[in-house]
């Protein structure tokens, strides 16, 4: 109230009034304008309501938005960072978080010369490799992204597809055909064979760090045993490219994607031939990344990232979509927490597959949706802020309770 008064005094008459006279008819008169109420306004108003709001927290970090298409995204093993290559050559860096618009980029790279193919971040998650159509292979370090290794000419073709076995081996595999295993200490190579007819278009490797397998544009997928540096065999021939290739079920299994839309389940140790096929509803099964011993997600030419339950093999529903564009890659959150993938819209977004694990599918097949629909396992999956998102996702769970209803009803006949 000091202020208060001081502001009164200072807008009084020249010869202020004696105390006794403060109860006369000046005291019942309404305040003047610049008098005591403003004060009270504005300034006071804000103190009560407090402090205005801090920045808004989102179930995912909020979508990346590129200069050019990215063709590749790797995800760091222990922190909230990514990497990702684009058509132009160049890599960036990028911190993610789901607070709102505290998606940071830390460093970009522009040492390629032509299209990057693909980043994998090491073990350790202080490099990260990158290969080329130019046809090298660079090392980088993480926290600056500074050229740490580069070899220039490190194939005779494009390189399309690159592993990192650990911190100090890697293998790559060009549109021709060839793969090559490094050894990043020397420099060289300590493998280079040329088995496949086409172009090698995905890498994976089992957990003893043994045998080598790559899928390929010919349609076959090859073993090789990088301990004994020698090739094992090709499995038959698919029908289509074979795009992608993962280990499930702890390792007992090998499924590989193809241009076909089929995904194929090969035993392991059971190379030679098939021991099952999966065909989805989809353009293609270009990459495939492994969400539990049984669940994983693939992306597609038609835009849609599908969770898949393998044995018994069910489309789960859909995890995200980019809208009619092609997906280039998926990768894994170190936590398991989102699912990022980059397509040819431009856009890096995040899924969240936290309660994926949890899904259980069962052995009894239920009945298709009427409107063919695939199950919407994201509250983003079919648009983002999508304002009808909650209204069918109450759809859909009514739709399964009436599922289940019908085969519960079948069951009992």
Not at 118 to 123: D, G, I
Not at 203 to 208: E, K, L, R, S
Not at 266 to 286: C, H, L, M, P, Y
């Amino acid at each position: 109230m000091a202020a208060c008064l001081e502001h009164a005094e200072s807008t009084s008459e020249p010869d202020p009034p004696e105390p006794d006279q403060t109860t006369g008819p000046e005291a019942d008169k309404d305040p003047e304008p610049g008098g005591s109420e403003p004060d009270q306004g504005p300034d006071e108003a804000e103190e009560e309501e407090g402090e205005p709001p801090g920045p808004k927290i989102l179930e995912t970090p909020q979508d990346v938005h590129l200069e050019a298409v990215a063709n590749t995204v790797a995800l760091h093993p222990s922190r909230d960072l990514l990497v990702y290559g684009d058509v132009d050559g160049d890599v960036y860096a990028l911190s993610y978080s789901c607070t709102e618009g505290e998606n940071r980029e830390l460093w970009s790279s522009g040492h390629h010369l032509k299209s990057c193919r693909q980043v994998r971040l090491s073990e350790d998650g202080l490099k990260v490799c990158s290969v080329s159509r130019d046809k090298a292979v660079h090392l980088l370090d993480v926290e600056r992204g500074q050229l740490v290794t580069r070899i220039r000419g490190a194939h005779g073709a494009p390189i399309n597809s690159l592993l990192l076995v650990d911190d100090n081996i890697l293998a790559t595999g060009d549109d021709g055909g060839t793969l090559k295993v490094w050894d990043m200490r020397k420099g060289t190579s300590i493998m280079d064979m040329k088995h496949h007819e086409d172009y090698i278009s995905d890498i994976t490797v089992d957990q003893a760090k043994r045998i080598l397998l790559t899928a390929s544009g010919d349609g076959t997928m090859g073993v090789f045993n990088i301990r004994r540096r020698r090739f094992e065999l090709l499995s038959e021939y698919q029908s289509g490219d074979l795009t992608s290739v993962a280990l499930m079920k702890k390792g007992k299994k090998v499924v590989c994607g193809s241009s076909e839309g089929t995904i194929y389940i090969f035993n392991w140790n059971g190379f030679g031939a098939t021991s099952d096929r999966f065909a989805i509803k989809a353009e293609s099964v270009d990459r495939i990344v492994p969400i539990t011993d049984s669940i994983m997600c693939t992306a597609s030419m038609d835009g849609y990232v599908r969770a898949i339950n393998l044995l018994p093999n069910r489309v789960i529903g859909c995890v995200g979509q980019h809208v009619g564009e092609p997906i280039e890659e998926i990768a894994k959150s170190w936590d398991s927490r989102f699912l990022v993938s980059c397509a040819h819209d431009q856009l890096i977004k995040f899924w969240d597959i936290s309660s994926l694990p949890k899904t259980t599918v069962s052995e009894y097949r239920k009945r298709k949706k009427k409107d063919g629909r695939m199950k919407s396992l994201t509250k983003k999956a079919l648009g983002d802020n999508d304002f009808f998102s909650g209204l069918v996702e109450e759809t859909e769970k009514k739709e399964e309770e009436e599922q289940e209803e019908d085969e519960d009803d079948s069951d009992s006949d």
